[in-house]
């Protein structure tokens, strides 16, 4: 990797700050030049041609996807394949000896694992993008905020990149080992040529040990080709990218002409004062002191959290971009400078957390009214995310660093998925909606029966007549081969057949 970077010219300070930020950084672009000067510098860098090693590697993940995962049902196969990408990659990223750089691949990899845990899909469809993402910071060793939001452009720019590699490599272990591959062709020819005609002549004169051979569907071939060869393709382009790693992460936002303090000050304070004020109120609405208000304007506390919560989590990210822009702006020549911004964007912050609180308070009462649902636990969690990335964002202005941060909220976006598929929100739906009755709140049955097998063991666990009636006529078929073994289908399948058939007088509607 020494031969890959650009000699190091010393700590990288913040602007304004008096903390260093990175030991041996590359030489430092604006915006600007992002996408010109780095871009050439990226394509020609990096080594010319690939290993036998590397070759072996993505010949060895492009047929073993093809093989796990074209035909079988998303399961354990991709969790296997996760870990398969990054077989090439992950010794480049051990010799970087960077920790942060090998717990987001972590993440990646883990996420990716959820598809082997949980059925729901639009739970390992959001893991999925979290693990594209987290994957392409943790190659890239992405440090800046350009480069964490330009991963997929990093995909796609390495992606091109490696298939000249892999074409080098082949052509050139081809024009070294000529005899020897010609030999190994017609070996391995002959060997295939003489399977497929004695297993053939042998399965069709026993049944029984026709059984015993594998199956292959010719129909499916020219699909595993193509699945072989793109998850090939990934595996190389997540091993370039480890050895020659975009410069993205020099990349950096033009430096802003540092407003004047009393105009840098003025929005801030106001915007302060508004914040703190809105704060203050739902204090004491949570506390009851404007129940009096609410009955005037008819509105019970279900209504009221429905009408505001939307707007809140507006704010929480809006007050993110002010506080971006706000510390782009700040003046900080002076020490005093330094602590006048950290204490107005602090103050920020702190009252954002607040109405953080009250947004969530607010979809409290609204789901006591009206139950838990796939879209009312998904924006609970980006509201989660948005209070730790401002939790984070306190910390850097206190430490008056933040070149750790763009890939810690990538992190922290990472392991919030991680944690929805912990929590199993299909099955936390039913025993939500569920324990307080349909005559506590209107229940939608035919929702309820269309969640996926997470939610099998929580709906066996019910008191009849309910279990019955959301259980009637689901059918869940266990795994057929081990590449598509999940453990929410597998449980739910064991609880389906033991459940017994629904009763006659079972009404599923309330």
Known sequence: MSELSAPASGPTPIPGGSGAAMPGPVPTFTLPRALAAPLREFWAAGPRTASVRALAACAIVGLLGGAVLVGHRPGLGV???????????????????????????????????????????????????????AGAVAVTSARSAPAVVLGPVS?????????????????????????????????????????????????????????????????????????????????????????????????????????????WLLPVLALDALVLSFVLVQVGALLGGHRHVLETAGLTYAEYAREGFAQLMAVTALTLAVVALGAWRAPRETARDRLMTRAGLGVLCLGALGVVASALRRMDLYVDAFGLTRLRIFVVVVELVMAAVLVLVLVAGVRWR?????????????????????????????????????????????????????????????????????????????????????????????????????????????
Not at 215 to 233: D, I
Not at 251 to 258: I, V
Request: aromatic share 6%; hydrophobic share 55%; proline share 7%.
């Open 402 to 510: 933040a070149d750790w941060l763009p890939r810690a909220v990538v992190q922290v976006a990472a392991v919030a998925m991680l944690g929805l598929a912990l929590v199993n929100p299909d099955a936390q739906i039913v025993r939500h909606n569920m324990a307080a009755g349909p005559e506590a709140q209107p229940l939608d049955v035919r929702y309820l029966q269309g969640l996926s097998a997470d939610a099998v063991p929580a709906m066996a666990a019910l008191d009849e007549p309910w279990a019955s009636c959301l259980l009637a006529g689901r059918r869940v078929d266990p795994a057929h081969s081990p590449a598509e073994w999940n453990l929410g289908r597998e449980r739910a399948a064991r609880l389906v057949e033991a459940q017994p058939g629904s009763p006659n007088n079972v009404t599923c509607v309330p």
């Open 79 to 133: 969790a296997v394949m996760g870990l398969a990408l990054w077989a090439v990659a992950l010794p480049t990223l051990i010799r970087r000896r960077s920790f942060a750089d090998l717990t987001t691949a972590a993440l990646s990899i883990a996420l990716l694992a959820v598809v082997a845990v949980r059925d729901a899909g639009w739970v390992a469809g959001l893991c999925a993008l979290a693990a594209g993402w």
């Open 155 to 263: 995909w796609a720019a390495g992606m091109a990149r490696s298939l000249p590699w892999l074409a080098r490599g082949a052509r050139a272990l081809g024009e070294g080992r000529r005899g020897q591959l010609g030999v190994a062709a017609r070996s391995i020819g002959a060997t295939v040529v003489l399977l497929l005609v004695f297993g053939g002549l042998f399965a069709s004169a026993d049944r029984v040990f026709a059984s015993y051979l594998p199956q292959v569907e010719l129909s499916s071939l020219p699909a595993r080709l193509v699945v072989g060869a793109l998850l090939a393709a990934v595996a190389a382009s997540l091993a370039h990218l480890a050895l020659a790693p975009p410069p993205w992460s020099a990349a950096a936002l033009p430096q802003a002409r540092a407003a004047r303090r009393g105009e």
